[in-house]
Structures are given as C-alpha cells and as structure tokens.
C-alpha cells in the first residue's frame, strides 16, 4: 500500500509575490482552474483582505475539486480573534481553509513582531482554533522554521506543536530564506516527527535560494513530511519556490518515490504537465525555459550526431524517462553539432521523405541555420518550418503572390472632437496573373493587412473562409527601437487544427505580413493535404 503525499499549490499567494508578476482575477480564475483540473489537492488563492484583487478573488468558491485555501497572518497580538478585522476576512471567505503564516522562529518574534514568546504561542492557538470554530480546516505555515530551529529548537518545536495540538491539520515547515541545505532539512524533519506530531501532519514549504528548493522538498518527504507546497514552474519570492512542475513527475516516474508513494496526478494527467507548464508561461506572456526539467523544449532534444544516432536506435541510451509520460517530445535537432540523420528524422516526424544524398537536404539545412541565426525561431511555428523544407524540395504551389502591400496608420479628431486612431491597409496579389487590390480597415495595422490580404484571393478565397487568428504574438530579439521583432502567428480553421508561423524583419509588420502569409499558405496546402501532418497531431 502506498502512502499518499499531499501537493497544496501556492502559485497564486507566493507565485503573486514574485518580482513582475501581477495577477489580475480574471488570471486567478484561469489558473485556479488549470490547478484544479490537473488534480492538486490544495489551491491556495491569495490573502483576501491584502488587496483588492484577492479579496475579489475569495469572494466565489474557485476550485472544483481541490481544497481552496486562503492564505493570511495570525491574529495580531493586543486583539482577539473575534476582533481582528484581517482575521475576520480570511474567516469569511470564500475558502474551505485558512493557511496562516505563524512566526516560528525566536527572533523573529522579538525583531518582527515585537511580543513576547507566549503573546505568539497564544495568536498561533487563538487564530488555529478561529478557523476551525469557522468550519474551515487550519494549516500552519511556520515562517522562518528551519532558520529558528537552528538557534533555538525549543522555541521553534513549541510554536508546530500549539498549532498541532490547537487542531491545525497540517504543519507547514517553511525555509521562508531558502537558505537551509537538504541534509539540514532530512534531520530537522526527524527532529520535529520525534518530538510528536507525525509526518501525516508535516508540510515542507521550500524556496530556491540555493538552487535546492525540490531537493529540500525531497529531503522533508525521505524524513517523513507527507505534504509539499510548492507553485507552477517555481514561480515565488525571491529565487522562487520548490517547482511543481519538477517535482510531480520526479515523485511520479522514479522509483524510490514512486515504489513508495501517490499523489492526486493520475498517470493521464501527468501526460498533460508539459502542456500545463507552457500554457501557464503563455499566460505571464514569457517564453518557456527550454531547459526546465521534464518539460522544456530541450528536457528531450539532442544536437549531437552521435546522441541522434543512439537515439535512433534505442530511445533509452540517452533519456531518463520515457517523453511521453510528461506529455514532452524527443527532438533530434539539426545544428552544427549534429549530421543529416537529425534532419532526416525531423523531416520523416512531418511526413517528408528526402534522401541522404540529395543536394536539396544541404540546402535546407543551411537555410534554416541562416534564417535561425537571423531571429526566425521554428521550433515555435511548425507551419512555416515545414513551407521552408516543402519549398525547398519544390512542393509548395503557386497560389497567388503579393505585389504590393501598404498600411497607414492615422490619429485624428473626429466629429465629436474625440481622439480616433484609424489604420488602414491596401494589398496587391496576383492570382493567376490577375492584379487583384483590397482595401480594409481595422482595429490596428496588422488587423487591417490581414483583412485586406483576405478579402479577395480569387478562387482561393472561399476556401480560406473558415481560417482564424487565434494568438498573435511578438518578441523583440534586441533592445531599441530599431530591434529586430519576431512575429509569430497562430491560425485555426474549422477543423480545429492549429498551426503556428512566423514573420522576422526590423519592421513589425513586415514581420507580421511574413506570418500571415505562411498561414494562408498552409491553410491552401493543408485543405490539399500537401501538409498539416503535424499540425493536426
Ligand atoms: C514569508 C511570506 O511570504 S509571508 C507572506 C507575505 N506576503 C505579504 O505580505 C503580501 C500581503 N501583505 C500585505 O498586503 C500587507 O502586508 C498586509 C495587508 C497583510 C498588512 O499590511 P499592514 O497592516 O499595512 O502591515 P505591514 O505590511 O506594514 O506590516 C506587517 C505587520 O504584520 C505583522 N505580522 C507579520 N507577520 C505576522 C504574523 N505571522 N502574525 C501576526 N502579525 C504579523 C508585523 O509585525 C507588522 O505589524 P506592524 O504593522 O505592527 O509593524
Ligand atoms: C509562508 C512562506 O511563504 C514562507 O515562509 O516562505
């Protein structure tokens, strides 16, 4: 029988203090949800009452499944709990339990706070038994534990053990500095489990100033702690907190956590974490790390040739875990480090077969090392990719080509004396050796060309009906004004096939035309089933 180890969220509370993030609640709303669905046992939301977006936030019950927690201090010393109006907030929200963040270490209460040892014990004990008087479950976040513990493990152990006895269903051991090293954690675990509350009552909130927050996390488990805090992709405070994104496969795919122990991921879910983590970077509008553990793009990519040609052979000579299992890839990359078996396996992956010998795979690879070095990124935009490598063996149709193309982009006064900005976009194509000229408007430059580019492709226009822009994103590659932009489009029709393009150029919406192009393209050879292979994967 395994034992269950519970994962409680904290990506919207200590995820909220990281420096440039700031959710709104309507973010709240998608992450919890994401949170919820992908099987976490607790969410915590935020700290009603600290500002407006939480308290906002704790006003509905937010998760479905998992147990939502408002998070927030003890009561203040010189108030009771029935008086303390921040107490009170956390008490009627919205929340099935409170995690309190209790001074655990001796100094802290004399520095931080100001009160003696017993007026903490007694705000600790008042504010467990508040919660649980209010039908919530109480956990206790003991801030500055290990830190407190290593100068005075009396004290310390007697602020876990008010809250144990007061009825806090967890007692959360917090390296609120992140500067405790895993060896000092496995003891101090053992340490607290001896002096009387067990392991099934033990949580362990870990941050990543050393770069050791998973294996803090890790370390509290091996001692005996069955719950671990942590938030989506160790977002947090400072460095951060302990990843969840790491540590649920590491507990789920090797053995001595697995052989040993369960969490609420189910084998399904944990095939969708690579998903969870990129949507959830998508939403801070940042790129994904590609070497995050399990899920970056790079966690199963080989530039080398002698790694590609193992991998050919055995996937298992040069991956830990099988891909798959966190919903990743393997991806044989073509670089200077690797041959043309890379690129031939990439190919093969999108239904493209070429030859060893045939001088147009040289070609291709040089190109896409060119245009990679100039700011074009496939890896983000399989569409544009697989035009480059079908354009290259000659495959690609000629649909109609683009003579011309302008956009203005005008600020004016309008009747009522109120400011209108208004941009405008005049295309020129040929199709089939006819000039065809579109005017639109729109609500920016890019909205207005690819209206006007889509208003009339002659006999190809009704078949690019159904074709939608569904994300539109741009990054700059270097600073200024004058900075190289990357465009990079995602487009969907009726089928519900996606794909991604991409546009570079120093001018934004040249950059933008190159993607929109790229995907009217792979609409056209898509509804042919010239392509799309991956894109309906
Ligand atoms: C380790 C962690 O990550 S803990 C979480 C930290 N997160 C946050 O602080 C984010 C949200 N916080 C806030 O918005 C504000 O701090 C609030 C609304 C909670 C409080 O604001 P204010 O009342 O203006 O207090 P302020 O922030 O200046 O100081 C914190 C006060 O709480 C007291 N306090 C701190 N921890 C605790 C505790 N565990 N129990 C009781 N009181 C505490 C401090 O002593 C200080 O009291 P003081 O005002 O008498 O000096
Ligand atoms: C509670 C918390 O976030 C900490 O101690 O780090």
Redesign the pocket.
């Known amino acids: 029988m395994k034992e269950r180890l519970y994962l409680y969220d904290t990506t919207l509370?200590?995820g909220q203090?990281t420096p440039g993030i700031d959710f709104s609640v309507e973010d709240k709303i998608a992450i919890a949800r994401m949170l919820d669905e992908f099987g976490l046992d607790y969410v915590e939301g935020g700290?009603p009452?600290?500002?407006p977006t939480d308290t906002a936030f704790f006003t509905e019950k937010r998760t479905r499944h998992a147990r939502f927690s408002a998070?927030?201090?003890?009561?203040?010393?010189g108030v009771s709990a029935s008086n303390d109006p921040?107490l009170a907030l956390l008490l009627q929200s919205r929340s099935d339990v409170v995690c309190?963040?209790?001074?655990s270490s001796q100094y802290q209460v004399r520095v931080?706070?100001?009160c003696t040892d017993e007026e903490?014990l007694d705000?600790i004990r008042a504010s467990v038994e508040a919660a649980i008087a209010a039908g919530k479950e109480a956990i206790i976040?003991c801030?500055h534990f290990f830190d407190g513990f290593k100068a005075n493990a009396d004290y310390t152990l007697a602020c876990a053990l008010t809250a144990f006895e007061a009825g806090a269903r967890w007692v959360v051991l917090?390296d609120?500095n992140g500067g405790t090293q895993p060896a000092e954690v496995r003891e101090i675990v053992g340490k607290v489990i001896a002096a009387g509350i067990p392991g099934s009552h033990l949580g362990i909130h870990a941050h990543d100033d050393t770069g050791q927050a998973v294996a803090n996390s890790l370390a509290a488990v091996e001692a005996g702690a069955r719950q671990i805090q942590g938030t989506l992709n160790g977002i947090g405070?400072r460095c951060g907190n302990a990843n969840l994104v790491t540590l649920i496969p590491t507990l789920a795919l090797k053995p001595n956590y697995a052989d040993r122990f369960e969490t609420g991921i189910t084998p399904e879910r944990l095939a969708t974490i690579a998903h969870l983590s990129r949507s959830f970077d998508e939403l801070l509008n940042r790129a994904p790390n590609a070497q995050a553990p399990y899920v970056g793009a790079s966690a199963f990519a080989t530039k080398a040739g002698i790694h590609a040609s193992a991998l050919a052979k055995e996937p298992s000579t040069y991956e830990h875990v099988e891909p798959e299992s966190i919903g990743n890839r393997r991806k044989v990359m073509v670089s200077d480090q690797g041959g043309k078996a890379n690129f031939i396996a990439e190919l093969k992956r999108r239904g493209i077969e070429v030859s060893r010998d045939d001088s147009r795979l040289d070609t291709l690879i040089a190109m896409v090392k060119e245009r990679e070095a100039e700011g074009y990124a496939y890896e983000g935009a399989d569409a544009s990719f697989e035009l480059l490598a079908r354009r290259t063996l000659g495959t690609v149709p000629d649909f109609f080509s683009v003579e011309s193309f302008r956009c203005m982009v005008e600020r004016r006064f309008d009747v009522n004396g109120q400011i209108k900005t208004v941009s405008e976009a005049i295309v020129k194509v040929v199709v089939e050796g006819e000039v065809r000229m579109s005017v639109a408007e729109g609500h920016g430059p890019v909205n207005a060309l690819d209206i006007a580019l889509r208003k009339d492709l002659g006999r190809y226009q009704s078949e690019i009906e159904d074709l939608e822009l569904v994300d539109y994103k741009v990054r700059i590659l270097n600073g200024g004004t004058e900075a190289i932009t990357r465009v990079l489009i995602e487009s969907q029709d009726a089928s519900g096939a996606r794909w991604w393009t991409v546009g570079v150029s120093d001018n934004v919406i040249d950059a933008s035309f190159q993607a929109l192009m790229d995907s009217i393209v792979f609409k056209l050879m898509k509804n042919r089933e010239l392509a799309g292979l991956v894109a309906a994967e």
């Open positions: 509370r200590d203090q700290y009452g600290a500002n998070f927030g201090m003890t009561k203040r010393v921040g309190y963040v209790a001074k931080a706070l100001g903490n705000a976040d801030e917090c609120t405070e």
